[in-house]
């Protein structure tokens, strides 16, 4: 859709524009990129997931995940959100509902949800992020070194040097 400029030339859309230029952080990412998957599932706000924690608290959050907010066709109101909760915790939340519906609103800055239906099952979690290696010793960064020392790439040296710190700086229980 590209469309011509007064030169002749082809004016570049505002997608190809926003692709080139400065980095920006994913977080300001998220939304843009996840929305369409997260669309489909009822969540036209995929901030609501990227909040979670900030929005319902973090007791809350540690178990009970959204799965889907669904509404009446037609409407972007009183929608119904679903909740993936842990089974300890559900009791909790019935009880707190009008507080977190408060809480959730609050985010939307409308009434967007009405009620809650929760869910009991195990609440899925990122994988923790693997532990950094320690620092290598003397002499193990010498054997490394020496090991390393007959390659001439300088780009395949520095990534099997950076392998290697990794495999033996890492903590083998």
């Excluded at 920006?24 to 998220?30: K, L």
């Amino acid at each position: 859709m590209a469309r011509q400029d007064h030169d002749g030339g082809k004016e570049k859309s505002v997608a190809e524009q926003q692709r080139r230029g400065s980095m920006r952080a994913i977080a300001a990412e998220v939304p843009r990129i996840a929305g369409p998957v997260l669309g489909k599932r009822g969540f036209a706000e995929a901030q609501l997931v990227a909040h979670w924690p900030a929005i319902i608290g973090e007791d809350i959050a540690e178990g009970a995940m959204p799965e889907k907010l669904a509404f009446a066709r037609g409407e972007r109101r009183d929608g119904t959100l679903h909740l993936r909760v842990a089974p300890a915790l559900a009791t909790e939340i019935q009880h707190r509902e009008p507080v977190l519906l408060e809480r959730i609103n609050a985010f939307f800055g409308y009434r967007a949800v009405a009620r809650l239906v929760l869910k009991q099952g195990p609440i899925e979690r990122p994988a923790a992020p693997a532990p950094r290696p320690r620092p290598l010793r003397p002499p193990e960064r010498q054997q490394l070194d020496r090991r390393l020392s007959d390659i001439e790439d300088p780009a395949l040296r520095a990534a099997l040097q950076r392998l290697g710190e990794a495999v033996i700086g890492a903590d083998r229980k």
